[in-house]
Protein backbone atom coordinates (compact mmCIF):
# COMPACT_ATOMS: atom_id res chain seq x y z
CA UNK A 1 0.00 0.00 0.00
CA UNK A 2 1.34 3.47 -0.48
CA UNK A 3 2.12 5.92 2.06
CA UNK A 4 0.46 9.31 1.63
CA UNK A 5 2.61 12.29 3.55
CA UNK A 6 1.41 15.36 4.33
CA UNK A 7 4.05 17.93 5.65
CA UNK A 8 3.69 19.85 8.81
CA UNK A 9 2.31 23.38 6.68
CA UNK A 10 -0.78 21.60 5.39
CA UNK A 11 -1.55 19.71 8.97
CA UNK A 12 -1.77 23.15 10.72
CA UNK A 13 -4.73 23.87 7.90
CA UNK A 14 -6.44 20.97 8.02
CA UNK A 15 -6.76 17.59 9.71
CA UNK A 16 -4.48 15.13 7.21
CA UNK A 17 -2.88 12.30 9.06
CA UNK A 18 0.03 10.18 7.15
CA UNK A 19 -1.77 7.40 6.01
CA UNK A 20 -1.89 4.08 4.02
CA UNK A 21 -4.03 3.26 1.27
CA UNK A 22 -4.60 1.27 -1.93
CA UNK A 23 -3.98 3.04 -5.20
CA UNK A 24 -2.03 1.93 -8.27
CA UNK A 25 -1.64 5.82 -9.21
CA UNK A 26 -1.15 9.39 -7.55
CA UNK A 27 -5.65 9.34 -7.94
CA UNK A 28 -6.58 6.31 -6.72
CA UNK A 29 -4.63 7.05 -3.44
CA UNK A 30 -5.74 10.17 -3.04
CA UNK A 31 -9.27 9.72 -3.64
CA UNK A 32 -8.76 6.67 -0.65
CA UNK A 33 -7.39 9.53 1.49
CA UNK A 34 -10.14 11.96 0.85
CA UNK A 35 -12.98 9.38 1.61
CA UNK A 36 -14.79 11.33 4.49
CA UNK A 37 -12.42 14.46 4.38
CA UNK A 38 -14.05 16.89 1.66
CA UNK A 39 -12.07 19.98 3.31
CA UNK A 40 -8.85 17.83 2.40
CA UNK A 41 -10.09 17.45 -0.70
CA UNK A 42 -10.96 21.06 -1.33
CA UNK A 43 -7.66 22.59 -0.05
CA UNK A 44 -5.54 19.95 -2.31
CA UNK A 45 -7.38 19.90 -5.62
CA UNK A 46 -10.25 22.20 -7.60
CA UNK A 47 -13.39 21.73 -8.43
CA UNK A 48 -12.00 19.80 -11.78
CA UNK A 49 -10.42 17.53 -9.56
CA UNK A 50 -6.80 19.28 -10.77
CA UNK A 51 -4.20 19.88 -8.39
CA UNK A 52 -4.21 23.09 -6.96
CA UNK A 53 -1.29 25.84 -8.27
CA UNK A 54 0.00 26.25 -5.03
CA UNK A 55 0.31 22.36 -4.25
CA UNK A 56 2.59 19.70 -5.24
CA UNK A 57 3.17 15.99 -4.86
CA UNK A 58 6.01 13.77 -5.26
CA UNK A 59 6.03 9.92 -5.82
CA UNK A 60 9.19 8.35 -4.84
CA UNK A 61 11.04 11.71 -4.65
CA UNK A 62 9.95 12.76 -8.08
CA UNK A 63 7.14 15.50 -8.56
CA UNK A 64 4.06 14.24 -10.66
CA UNK A 65 3.73 15.23 -14.50
CA UNK A 66 0.34 14.51 -14.48
CA UNK A 67 -1.31 18.01 -12.55
CA UNK A 68 -4.64 17.24 -14.04
CA UNK A 69 -5.15 13.84 -14.24
CA UNK A 70 -3.17 12.13 -11.40
CA UNK A 71 -2.29 9.31 -13.61
CA UNK A 72 1.21 9.00 -11.50
CA UNK A 73 1.49 5.69 -11.29
CA UNK A 74 2.19 4.39 -7.33
CA UNK A 75 3.73 1.04 -6.05
CA UNK A 76 2.83 -0.56 -2.75
CA UNK A 77 5.75 0.36 -1.25
CA UNK A 78 5.48 4.21 -2.80
CA UNK A 79 5.53 7.15 -0.58
CA UNK A 80 3.33 10.12 -1.99
CA UNK A 81 4.37 12.97 -0.49
CA UNK A 82 1.72 15.86 -0.67
CA UNK A 83 3.08 19.42 0.33
CA UNK A 84 2.17 23.36 -0.14
CA UNK A 85 4.25 24.87 -2.91
CA UNK A 86 5.69 28.25 -1.26
CA UNK A 87 6.73 31.84 -2.53
CA UNK A 88 7.21 34.83 -0.97
CA UNK A 89 9.86 37.05 0.13
Request: net charge negative; with cysteine; proline share 3%.
Amino acid sequence: MPRVVFTPNLKRHVECPDVMVDGATVHDALAAVFVGREQLRGYILDEHGRLRKHMVVFVDGQAIKDRDGLSDSASEQSEIYVMQALSGG
